[in-house]
């Protein structure tokens, strides 16, 4: 069973629409959840970080988690050509010196005008 | 604020010179750094965890010597790839968090496109 998993897509939404990004992960340890957008040939950035269980909004994006069904997603409300990108869900274990990020192999979203 | 630069963001070079790749965080200090390593459409992969002033964890499957980590302060990590291959080709990421904040995000720098010939 992979770490952290995502529908490859593409996810094609027109513009204006809801576009909705979902991840489920396996390691129950978890405590930190991120959402990266990676633009083609770019380095990740970040979009949204959640910790807690329920919705975390930002602007055009909210995040939802649900740790008892091991599940993250992100909306992007009102979606632009801009947002076409690869979304990347990483999750956190953290304790002791550990923090690293476990990856998603990301979402294609593409949002046409 | 967190800003983390990487140098050189292109190179390329012979097959078996080594090349280094260096990795900053302009205006914070960073203990730990992580040095990932993406293929094309494929997702990061964590090869190693650099510590400040301690040797390197290297994830399964990555050689130790062949990918030589130097975390010799708090704003710098430096990544060696010894005897290039063509298979070694790839997009080179580092990460960095805030002393202290490790457990809120990582910032990534704008990456090194490295190919081998």
């Known amino acids: 069973q992979k770490e952290v998993e995502q529908n490859s897509g593409p996810l094609s939404v027109p513009e204006g629409a809801i576009a909705s990004l979902n991840c489920t992960y396996s390691?129950?340890?978890?405590?930190?959840f991120f959402w990266y957008r990676q633009y083609s040939g770019k380095s990740p950035e970040l979009i949204m970080s959640?910790?807690?269980?329920g919705d975390k909004e930002d602007g055009r994006f909210t995040a939802q988690l649900n740790k008892a069904s091991q599940y993250v997603s992100l909306l992007i409300r009102d979606s632009q050509p801009s947002d076409s990108a690869t979304y990347l869900c990483?999750?956190?274990?953290?304790?002791?010196?550990?923090?690293?990020?476990?990856f998603g192999k990301g979402t294609l979203l593409t949002v046409n005008p | 604020g967190a800003v983390v630069s990487q140098h050189p963001s292109r190179v390329i070079c012979k097959s078996g010179t080594s090349v280094k790749i260096e990795c900053r965080s302009l205006?914070?200090?960073?203990?730990?750094m992580f040095w990932y390593r993406q293929f094309p459409k494929q997702s990061l992969m964590l090869m190693a965890t650099?510590?400040?002033?301690?040797?390197?964890?290297?994830e399964q499957g990555v050689e130790k010597d062949k990918f030589l980590i130097n975390h010799a302060s708090l704003t710098l990590s430096t990544l060696t790839v010894t005897s290039a291959h063509p298979e070694d080709s790839s997009f080179y990421i580092c990460?960095?968090?805030?002393?202290?904040?490790?457990?809120?995000?990582?910032?990534f720098g704008p990456g090194t496109r490295l190919l081998v010939l």
């Open positions: 990460s960095a968090s805030p002393l202290d904040r490790e457990q809120e995000t990582q910032y």
């Open positions: 390691d129950r340890g978890s405590q930190s």
């Open positions: 959640i910790y807690s269980n």
């Open positions: 990483a999750v956190q274990r953290n304790g002791g010196s550990n923090y690293k990020l476990t």
């Open positions: 205006d914070f200090q960073a203990t730990t």
């Open positions: 650099s510590n400040e002033g301690s040797k390197a964890t290297y």
